[in-house]
């Protein structure tokens, strides 16, 4: 489990912000195989194809990326799918 994900820090900022955190065991990503492979893809189609001049950019550019992903890319993959 990547260090992010137990340290102190990072857990108060979770409950801070009023948010519950969910992980999968150590050495079971498969429990969370949906968004392991979506960070996957969004890592090799997005993150790693450009240079972001500030963090404003990045996370303008994965927001539209994660529109694209939920509204266009699935019926790219399937044309018989049509998206609302």
């Given at each position: 489990m990547g260090s992010q994900f137990t340290s102190f820090g990072f857990e108060n900022l979770l409950k801070r912000h009023k948010i519950d955190h969910s992980y999968s065991k150590l050495?079971?990503?498969?429990?969370?195989?949906?968004?392991?492979?979506?960070?996957?893809?969004l890592k090799r189609e997005m993150i790693y194809q450009f240079r972001f001049p500030s963090?404003?950019?990045?996370?303008?550019?994965?927001?539209?990326?994660?529109?694209?992903?939920?509204?266009?890319?699935?019926?790219?993959?399937n044309p018989k799918i049509k998206v609302a």
């Open positions: 050495g079971h990503p498969y429990d969370n195989a949906k968004i392991e492979s979506f960070h996957s893809l963090i404003a950019h990045l996370i303008l550019d994965v927001s539209k990326y994660i529109h694209w992903f939920n509204n266009e890319r699935i019926s790219l993959a």
